[in-house]
């Protein structure tokens, strides 16, 4: 090979490690696993510009994907299972599916208590195996917050729950918030680390709790195809 020509394979060479060092530098970011606990993995989306990071939990529950819809339906029973649930009032009801209540959670001394108007939708695919619940906060005058509780500017979430068998549900839980007013950094750090962590493994013992209790609601929302093919566990 001629001098000329090795000079330019490693120009082209050079070139195409800069090239690829500025697409990993510029990258979309991706989810970051932060830590697990209680059989609950928990991730985070770093964004630059926000105080609270997007977050996620991932585990799988011994339960049917209906059961833990069920479960998250149930908000006057939201306090039993939720540890920082202060309390849970249903405020309208447009069926099973959708409904607006109101959720205060408590925070630790000297951190204000939190609280939302929350809008819920739940949907069901045609053969039952991923189920969605989906909850976003609105603005509802008719109740305004009580002194001293911050009001969510923000509160977007979701469970999406994947059927692994008739009895066995994997749930990913994503909240992307702001939580508004002041918090020190290391409650942001606890939170976005151990709300996943307490909500998943809560809703888990709820539904060991509550085995049988919402079998009328399962077979109501059991897709037909998912009845033929088995995918969902015929309630007890």
Same mark, same amino acid.
């Given at each position: 090979?001629?001098?000329?020509?090795?000079?330019?394979?490693?120009?082209?060479?050079?070139?195409?490690?800069?090239?690829?060092?500025?697409?990993?530098?510029?990258?979309?970011?991706?989810?970051?696993?932060?830590?697990?606990?209680?059989?609950?993995?928990?991730?985070?989306?770093?964004?630059?510009?926000? @105080?609270?990071? #997007?977050? &996620?939990? %991932?585990? $799988? /529950? !011994?339960?049917?994907?209906?059961?833990? +819809?069920?479960?998250?339906?149930?908000?006057?029973?939201?306090?039993?299972?939720?540890?920082?649930?202060?309390?849970?009032?249903?405020?309208?009801?447009?069926?099973?599916?959708?409904?607006?209540?109101?959720?205060?959670?408590?925070?630790?001394?000297?951190?204000?208590?939190?609280?939302?108007?929350?809008?819920?939708?739940?949907?069901?695919?045609?053969?039952?195996?991923?189920?969605?619940?989906?909850?976003?906060?609105?603005?509802?005058?008719?109740?305004?917050?009580?002194?001293?509780?911050?009001?969510?500017?923000?509160?977007?979430?979701?469970?999406?729950?994947?059927?692994? @068998?008739?009895? #066995?549900? &994997?749930? %990913?839980? $994503? /909240? !992307?918030?702001?939580?508004?007013?002041? +918090?020190?950094?290391?409650?942001?750090?606890?939170?976005?680390?151990?709300?996943?962590?307490?909500?998943?493994?809560?809703?888990?013992?709820?539904?060991?709790?509550?085995?049988?209790?919402?079998?009328?609601?399962?077979?109501?929302?059991?897709?037909?195809?998912?009845?033929?093919?088995?995918?969902?566990?015929?309630?007890?």
């Amino acid at each position: 090979m001629s001098q000329g020509l090795s000079r330019n394979m490693s120009l082209l060479l050079i070139m195409a490690a800069l090239v690829a060092s500025a697409s990993t530098a510029f990258a979309a970011p991706k989810w970051q696993f932060v830590t697990s606990g209680e059989g609950v993995r928990v991730y985070n989306f770093p964004e630059k510009g926000r @105080s609270v990071p #997007r977050f &996620r939990g %991932v585990a $799988t /529950i !011994d339960a049917p994907a209906l059961q833990l +819809l069920a479960i998250l339906g149930d908000v006057q029973r939201s306090c039993e299972w939720n540890t920082a649930c202060k309390h849970s009032i249903l405020l309208s009801r447009t069926d099973d599916l959708r409904m607006v209540f109101h959720n205060r959670l408590k925070a630790p001394w000297p951190v204000s208590d939190r609280d939302a108007i929350l809008k819920t939708n739940a949907s069901i695919s045609a053969d039952g195996s991923v189920v969605r619940a989906t909850f976003r906060a609105i603005r509802y005058a008719k109740r305004p917050p009580a002194s001293g509780v911050v009001r969510f500017p923000r509160l977007i979430g979701q469970y999406k729950m994947t059927v692994i @068998s008739p009895t #066995r549900t &994997r749930v %990913v839980y $994503t /909240i !992307d918030s702001d939580s508004g007013g002041w +918090l020190p950094g290391w409650m942001v750090r606890y939170a976005t680390k151990n709300v996943p962590i307490g909500t998943l493994a809560g809703l888990r013992k709820q539904a060991r709790r509550t085995r049988g209790q919402y079998a009328a609601f399962i077979a109501k929302h059991t897709p037909k195809k998912a009845k033929r093919q088995g995918v969902v566990a015929t309630p007890k």
